[in-house]
């Protein structure tokens, strides 16, 4: 099968990382469902794919409910075509110490992360099998090591490289592969919004964090969405239950 053949769906692709493995993915030759919670904020990112002479589709969706998840779903393989490349995007933060942490703060994080995952996954599974063909990718996070302030968040974050391993495990045999990607520090509306709760200034707050990576820099969403890009390909079809640390240096 061609690429061109091949339906993608990116979750959280209104902007940030989800914006750029969307754009990646239709220049790979992919059509491209750009799923978020606002449907007129993926308008931009399905128009400069298009510009572009890709195909794209807006649709709004709020990955953490179930009849939600699966109209989009039906949507995209009705208007799209049927999606064999699923890439879990969709993520929040809900910043606190533990002991200030509420249950609203953990119980956010958890639904979109983990819980939309599954749900997402367990949408789009029935096509690839059906396909005897697919790749899952999953965004995980350094922070899955631990982070300070991140006890749900990385707390979801580790739950999604388990959820990764068992995916390989169970959708092997049908052609599909399942990966997680695990972003250092990245440059997104999510990051800046990290440094005007810390109270410093994006640029001293990007300066302070390629201080302390090895490559001596900061990474943009073209880095991760190389590393989605491969997990993606034909080629990478041997790779399957691994977490691929895009952080500037050794992480694992």
Not at 172 to 181: E, H, M, R
Request: proline share 3%; glycine share 12%.
């Amino acid at each position: 099968m061609s690429t061109t053949t091949r339906t993608a769906v990116v979750t959280g692709a209104a902007r940030g990382i989800g914006a750029g493995v969307a754009k990646r993915l239709a220049a790979d030759g992919f059509a491209v469902a750009v799923i978020d919670l606002d449907e007129a904020a993926c308008e931009p990112v399905v128009q400069e794919i298009e510009a572009a002479g890709g195909r794209a589709l807006a649709v709004g969706a709020d990955v953490s409910d179930e009849q939600s998840v699966q109209a989009a779903v039906e949507r995209i393989a009705a208007e799209l075509g049927e999606p064999t490349v699923l890439v879990n995007n969709a993520g929040i933060i809900r910043d606190n110490l533990l002991f200030k942490m509420t249950p609203g703060e953990w119980d956010a994080v958890m639904n979109v992360h983990l819980r939309g995952s599954f749900l997402m996954t367990r949408a789009v599974q029935g096509y690839m099998t059906k396909a005897g063909w697919g790749r899952i990718v999953n965004l995980s996070s350094t922070s899955a090591l631990g982070n300070r302030g991140q006890a749900n968040y990385a707390a979801a974050k580790a739950g999604i490289q388990g959820f990764t391993k068992t995916l390989a495990i169970e959708l092997g045999k049908f052609g599909v592969t399942a990966n997680a990607i695990a972003p250092g520090f990245i440059e997104t509306e999510m990051t800046a919004e990290t440094a005007r709760r810390i109270g410093i200034g994006f640029e001293e707050f990007k300066a302070a964090a390629a201080a302390e990576i090895p490559v001596a820099r900061t990474g943009k969403p073209a880095d991760i969405a190389h590393a989605a890009s491969f997990f993606a390909s034909e080629g990478a079809g041997f790779v399957s239950g691994q977490v691929l640390y895009v952080a500037g240096g050794p992480k694992s």
